[in-house]
């Protein structure tokens, strides 16, 4: 039987077993030799009573240790001490009891450490995009000096041209932040369908056509055009949009930037 799988339960009904057979034993004897049966047979009873109440009152009182050492670890565990473990290798259910709660301590502390990791990434790039767009803010300040001095039209054109660029380079940045903010709060759903990557990627080269037109630039995509992926569409494009629009940033005038993609 399983309840028999803790060894303090077995010894107790082991130790409880015993006494009755004996004291059975000592009733027989009684009966046989003694003459005053009724006196004989009560003082047995009481001592068996008491010994069978000893018995289950010591397998109790360690059951109790045990389990107060326990519930010592799990308050230290509640306290902050995130290693300490609860001693279970011994059999018995409440034994398994217990390593089923050092698995549950192990994996909150995963959690907890991922968490953790999570919350330093969000932190970094919050900061990371904040710093950013201290750039562009400071680059449009410094445009609108030279717009509010300057009558030339060519050079008024050339800066609101710049000025736009940095705008749009802010918008990206914002958008960024709202993004991983969204992410990060799980409040994003991501709607999977099979997609044509050949699909996604003319959409993407089609979005930067104007602007590789203007900084005299060619996006060049090769791959087979019957390749699907299953994914969020609106999601691997914008990342893929964000690769391309780096590539963008750090080319000049005539380079060209290539997009393949192959099934592995």
Known sequence: MKLFANKEIRYLFLTISLLILFFLA??????????????????????????????????????????????????YFIAGDTDVRIECN?????????????????????????????????????????????????????????????????DVKRFISLSEQEIDRIETLIQNLLKITKLDAGTIVLEKNEENIADMINDIVCHFAYRAKQEQKRIIFSGDDSITIFCDRIWIIEAVSNIVKNAFDHTKAGDTIHIEWKKM
């Open 26 to 75: 000592f009733q027989i004897f009684i009966f046989t030799f003694c003459q005053n049966v009724m006196y004989s047979i009560l003082s047995i009873s009481l001592l068996e009573g008491v010994s069978i109440s000893i018995a289950c009152l010591f397998c109790f009182y360690n059951q109790n240790k045990i389990v107060e050492k326990a519930i010592e670890k799990i308050n």
């Open 90 to 154: 011994k059999e018995g259910k409440l034994y398994q009891l217990f390593h089923s709660i050092n698995t549950l301590a192990a994996i909150l502390n995963a959690h907890t450490v991922k968490e953790a990791r999570a919350k330093e990434f969000l932190k970094n790039t919050i900061a990371d995009i904040s710093h950013q767009l201290k750039t562009p803010i400071a680059a449009l300040n410094i445009y609108n000096g030279i717009l509010q001095q300057t009558e030339n039209i060519s």
